[in-house]
């Protein structure tokens, strides 16, 4: 097994032994959950008549109390090229330790992240390559939860010599009672890089959430829990984003992205999730176009103060 990857398996075993350890002293037990899903895209370029399908599965394990949380992920990923021969796969771990607290002084709580990635990626063509990515992240929010402000740091470290930095600077508001707004920009820059043009990247994502509730027109069929419009601005490459946990790894410029994300709350422990969209990237002079669409299932299991209610 990769050193790396063992030194990332100590640190989150050291992490979560430490929670475990203060799990038991304040005897706050943690609510588990498992998400499971599967997405299939589309990249193409019409005028070269390229195109490409991607299948991705993964799956995460979660676990959170009033003060600590974890996460572990795995997911793997495979190309295809439609009217050739190539083929990639890559497998990602993915896990990340979380701390937050409440100060008694001030009306504000603080989260803090700690994520760290492991890919493997291997083509037909006999190319292979490692990244090990590191993610802090720090997380204000106030009493009256209408405005979070987080801070957040990627460093990505290729097996080809590839270094990038990304800092995240977000920023959230309630615009209603039912509408959330985030601003989040990305500054990316990737050293060494092919031109001093594309050194360094900047893109603006906007995501715009609306929350429903039970007695809207649209909870004929279990309860419709938001529905998310999101859009990225500018140029961005080789990110890391912290709320998908998704690495752009596979280099071309993202100049145009427009999502929608919506999730449904069958039961008390089961809820669905659709998302789709649509990206343009700019690689080698060409625009290819990418669209996906993916489904998770959750399953959270009630909290052993919590009694099902029987009808």
Request: aromatic share 10%.
């Amino acid at each position: 097994m990769n050193t790396i990857l063992v030194k990332i398996l100590i640190i989150f075993t050291v992490l979560q032994t430490n929670t475990a350890f203060s799990n038991e002293i304040s005897n706050k037990a943690f609510q588990h959950h498992l998400l499971v899903e599967g997405m299939g895209s589309d990249y193409r370029n019409t005028a070269l008549e390229e195109r490409y399908e991607t299948s991705n599965k993964s799956v995460f394990i979660s676990g959170d109390n009033d003060t600590q949380g974890y996460t572990v992920g795995y997911s793997t990923t495979n190309t295809q090229q439609e009217a050739g021969t190539y083929k990639s796969k890559q497998q990602k771990l993915f896990l990340s330790a979380r701390f937050h607290e409440q100060p008694n002084s001030i009306d504000t709580t603080f989260k803090q992240r700690f994520d760290m990635y492991y890919v493997d990626s291997k083509d037909s063509l006999g190319n292979s390559n490692t990244l090990k990515i590191v993610s802090p992240q720090l997380t204000w929010t106030n009493k009256a939860l209408t405005t979070q402000v987080n801070l957040g740091y990627s460093y990505s470290d290729y097996s080809s010599g590839q270094k990038v930095h990304q800092l995240t600077p977000t920023w959230g508001k309630a615009i209603s009672d039912k509408d959330w707004l985030q601003l989040r920009s990305y500054l990316i820059r990737v050293s060494p890089s092919t031109s001093e043009d594309n050194e360094r990247k900047k893109a603006l994502e906007i995501k715009l959430t609306h929350t429903f509730n039970k007695t809207n027109p649209l909870n004929k069929i279990g309860k419709i829990s938001y529905l998310q419009l999101s859009t990225v601005l500018g140029e961005r490459e080789f990110a890391v984003d912290p709320d998908t946990s998704t690495v752009y790894n596979s280099g071309g410029e993202q100049i145009k992205t427009i999502a929608l994300n919506t999730k449904w709350i069958l039961t008390p422990v089961h809820s669905i999730g659709l998302s789709l969209g649509s990206a343009d990237y700019k690689a080698f002079e060409q625009i290819y176009t990418s669209r996906y669409l993916a489904l998770n299932w959750m399953y959270k299991p009630l909290k052993k103060t919590q009694k099902r209610h029987v009808r």
